[in-house]
């Protein structure tokens, strides 16, 4: 079962490169997030998700770990960290950091040990075949590197090879199955990475790439969803509060099978989640559903989302963000009224959701040079715009020792001025997630009906417990058979009118309506 906090929960991600640099080196540090656990908390979230800390070459932004357990330096000390979830906790919020399980940096010792050629602890701890002539079939691999006779396969990136958690289905000796000794040991090493946060102070993680641990896998996955049953159970047996979500995109799986508290529904090209922000290409065609002028319908999203929300509604959260360190920026296609009626959606759906700083304040995409592996990716890891001062108050340092440039443009959005803004995206966050947390009947997950959601009208409505949403994302006034006698209203974009036993949406508007 799911921890109780999280019915409550609302997360903002933060890339801690990027946040809030405290000692001025330029690049953001634990201190500088410590400094803004109190914007966090009045935007109205209550928990942060960070992503990776620890010590790393940094060849995928520190999604290749050289050391479980010790801190990348450049965000300051343990006991930096250790005082940013006390901060946290003090505030009543909740700090999740990044548990990367499939694969390690290829320098972490238990990679140099194992590319060894005599054998040692950790001669399996990846996954290597039995001599270089063997080479694995539709998986990456790696020859040539190591002094050991034998090839070693990739998780994602070249500098990521892959942990040894075994194979489902095994065709040849070297794939160990998934019960064997070594591949034991691997899971309980992970366990240990995670009690080793949770004892300094962390309240969970987000688990990267969390399918990917048992290779040859059959399509549900039951290889990887032993693993979790075995490790999760492990851990929640001394820290029943301790939560997680992980990057799937399966939610059955995930959390029906895996044991996973939350799964995120991530942006993939032409998915559910995809249509509703980021559905163009580089021809100038956007057909994303909140775009004002598109034709797409919410029935696209509702397909992929209801039958796995209703698998799983009643174990676990299955999540919606604004966006992540992944993907393009929400604001890329966006403009400030197609955010608002998006987020209104996105924050008053069930499950947890999930804010990637600077959405709040729609920050923009910059084409920029990859760094750290980010490729395309690191357009939307600048640094958060504060204010109209250097460096948009993220740094004191000279703006060429910035880890990556800020917005430069004119109308760079900051908090600053956001804050100032009665209408700004900002406030309109703030106001969303007021009512979220004030109204019961968002902290219960299992109540979404959808009222109206035809293919006539881009227009939809849908009810949570005594709440009723409603909500019309094009350009022009629209019409839904839907009541709104006796009913009040507690959040509103533009305006919408009773009309006998229908009601009338303007352009482009959202209401939310207690009955
Ligand atoms: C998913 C992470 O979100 C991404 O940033 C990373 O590059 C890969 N996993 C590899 O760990």
Redesign the pocket.
């Known amino acids: 079962m799911a921890a109780e906090w999280l019915k409550r929960a609302v997360f903002y991600e933060i890339y801690p490169q990027s946040f809030m640099d405290a000692d001025g080196d330029g690049i953001g540090d634990f201190n500088g997030i410590t400094e803004k656990l109190d914007y966090i908390r009045e935007l109205g979230c209550n928990a942060i998700w960070m992503n990776p800390c620890f010590d790393s070459p940094f060849r995928?932004?520190g999604?290749d770990v050289r050391d479980y357990k010790k801190v990348a330096a450049r965000y300051g000390t343990t006991e930096d960290l250790k005082r940013l979830f006390e901060e946290a906790h003090a505030r009543g919020m909740h700090i999740f950091l990044d548990l990367?399980p499939g694969h390690t940096s290829e320098e972490h010792r238990w990679f140099v040990e194992s590319g060894r050629k005599e054998h040692n602890e950790y001669s399996d701890r990846y996954i290597w075949t039995d001599n270089w002539m063997e080479r694995p079939e539709g998986i990456g691999y790696i020859a040539g590197e190591k002094e050991r006779d034998g090839v070693y396969i990739t998780n994602?990136f070249k500098c990521?090879p892959a942990l040894n958690y075994g194979f489902l289905n095994r065709t040849a000796d070297w794939q160990k199955p998934i019960d064997h000794p070594a591949c034991l040991a691997t899971r309980a090493a992970m366990a240990d990475v995670m009690r080793c946060w949770l004892d300094l102070g962390c309240d969970g993680f987000r688990v990267?790439?969390a399918d990917s641990l048992v290779k040859n896998d059959d399509e549900i996955k039951s290889g990887t969803c032993e693993v979790w049953r075995d490790i999760i159970g492990q851990v929640k047996k001394d820290y029943p509060d301790m939560a997680l979500v992980s990057?799937w995109n399966n939610p059955v799986s995930a959390i029906g099978r895996a044991g996973f508290d939350m799964d995120f529904f991530l942006d993939w090209t032409g998915n559910g989640y995809n249509l509703l922000m980021r559905d163009y290409d580089g021809t100038g065609r956007d057909d994303s559903f909140f775009k004002k002028d598109s034709a797409r319908h919410i029935t696209d999203f509702l397909d992929e989302y209801l039958p796995k929300y209703e698998a799983v509604k009643a174990q676990g959260f299955y999540c919606l963000i604004t966006g992540n360190?992944?993907t393009t920026r929400a604001a890329y296609n966006l403009d400030e009224r197609e955010l608002k009626l998006a987020y209104s959606f996105l924050l008053t759906m069930p499950g947890v959701p999930f804010i990637y700083y600077g959405d709040e304040i729609g920050m923009k995409y910059q084409v920029l040079p990859t760094k750290e592996?980010g490729y395309t990716r690191t357009g939307s890891r600048t640094p958060m715009q504060w204010d109209d001062s250097v460096n948009h108050g993220f740094s004191k340092a000279d703006p060429s020792a910035l880890y990556l440039p800020t917005d430069q443009s004119a109308d760079a959005p900051t908090v600053r001025a956001q804050q100032e803004r009665p209408d700004s995206l900002c406030r309109t966050v703030k106001e969303l997630l007021r009512v979220r947390r004030e109204q019961e009947a968002f902290a219960v997950h299992d109540n979404l009906k959808i009222l109206a959601a035809r293919q006539e009208e881009r227009s939809f409505a849908y009810e949570r417990g005594n709440l009723l949403m409603l909500c019309n994302p094009s350009g022009r006034e629209e019409r839904l058979a839907v009541d709104l006698s006796g009913t009040e209203r507690l959040y509103a974009v533009g305006s919408c009118r009773p009309d006998g036993s229908s009601c009338v949406l303007e352009a482009q508007s959202f209401a939310i309506c207690r009955k």
Do not use: S, T
């Open positions: 995928d932004a999604y990367v994602f990521q990267d790439m990057e360190h992944d592996g």
